[in-house]
């Protein structure tokens, strides 16, 4: 069974920081992509990056490119989500989500019909002045 669980959510103001970190079970990153949500307030849930399994190459949406940052380390079992540059709208409760590598791509692109396997509970982060 694949747990996750996200950690490194607070509250900052425009401009700052904050990492993120999805600790996961052993093994699953040998096995599993790695994406990153999240869910703002009345909104519906979004991706915003992922990493491969098998390659590790990432993803991002428009949204975060450029500010946002996916890496991982395999023998800490984690998944980090540097962001730097926040913004009010990056406000929301951020979800880990593991997958294969092959449905990763496409949730967090939206694509109907592709699920992620196993979630994370999530953390907040918050940005305000």
């Known amino acids: 069974q694949v747990q996750l669980a996200e950690s490194g959510g607070g509250s900052v103001q425009p401009g700052g920081s904050l990492r993120l970190s999805c600790l996961a079970s052993?093994?699953?990153?040998?096995?599993?992509?790695i994406g990153w949500f999240r869910q703002a307030i009345g909104k519906e849930r979004e991706g915003v990056s992922c990493i491969s399994a098998s390659t590790g190459s990432t993803y991002y949406t428009d949204s975060v490119k450029g500010r946002f940052t996916i890496s991982r380390d395999k023998a800490k079992n984690t998944v980090y989500l540097q962001m730097d540059g926040l913004k009010p709208e990056d406000t929301a409760v951020y979800y880990c989500?593991?997958?294969?590598?092959?449905?990763?791509?496409?949730?967090?692109?939206?694509?109907?019909?592709?699920?992620?396997?196993?979630w994370g509970k999530g953390t907040l982060v918050t940005v305000s002045s």
């Open positions: 052993e093994y699953t990153l040998d096995y599993y992509a």
């Open positions: 989500a593991a997958g294969p590598d092959f449905r990763t791509i496409g949730a967090i692109k939206g694509v109907a019909g592709y699920a992620m396997d196993y």
